[in-house]
């Protein structure tokens, strides 16, 4: 999924403490975290790649743990679309150093809270793995027309 932008639910934020000015501004603006022209990079070599490519609102939560039903409900009710425990401080970060950032997140399970079964960590690092070929060859051609 190319995520077009997050909800950072996380229970702390990697910018609390004292700012260095240097690395960025106390309050760097977070109105498009995911850069539009890089989105629309990465759309394109996924079209001329025949690659299956989902945009959409990524949520971090605190872990480790997988979600309840009722938490899949809440997350989708206040616009989530996959949900996951990094990536967002990350950007935060990067935001804050105004660095040009991009999002790709491997869907591993569906969160469908009506239709929930058990999932372990050994299937969700599989099907993980399994994307590899194909993130590899989206962030390679990236790379190779910046």
Known sequence: ???????????????IGKNDE????????????YDVHLRADIKKIAAENSIRLQEGVYV???????ETRAEYRYLRTIGADAVGMSTTPEIIVARHMNMRCIGISVLTDVCDPDHLSPVTLEEIIAI??????ILSKIVSRLIAIL
């Open 1 to 15: 999924m190319l995520i077009e932008d997050h909800i950072h639910l996380q229970s702390t934020n990697p910018l």
């Open 22 to 33: 240097e690395m960025g501004p106390r309050f760097p603006d977070m109105s498009a975290p």
């Open 60 to 66: 971090s939560v605190d872990g480790p743990m997988l």
């Open 128 to 133: 993980a793995e399994s994307a590899d070929p």
